[in-house]
């Protein structure tokens, strides 16, 4: 499944996951914003994983919030347009 979000600023963030066993699985947040460290992608990612796939986007957003707390710095994007992002894919 593949979902996008423009974020306001024109940022792009896309996901792609499956759906196994009514949890959200093999999650990759991709887009053309920064982030600092990029290693922090992966953390986003861990976050998603295996959310059941009716999470809210408030639901998404929290769990991504809570991952990048400390010296994460999101830059063109944020936890809540992973969340739009990944919906968008669940559908």
């Avoid at 053309?32 to 861990?46: Q, R, S, T």
């Amino acid at each position: 499944m593949h979902g996008e979000y423009k974020t306001p600023g024109g940022k792009l963030v896309m996901s792609d996951l499956t759906v196994r066993d009514g949890r959200l699985r093999d999650v990759v947040i991709s887009g053309d914003f920064f982030l600092e460290p990029p290693e922090a992608l992966a953390l986003i990612m861990e976050s998603v994983e295996n959310l059941p796939a009716d999470a809210t986007e408030d639901e998404i957003a929290e769990h991504v919030r809570d991952a990048v707390s400390g010296d994460v710095a999101m830059i063109g994007f944020s936890p809540e347009a992973v969340a739009k992002a990944v919906r968008r894919a669940v559908g």
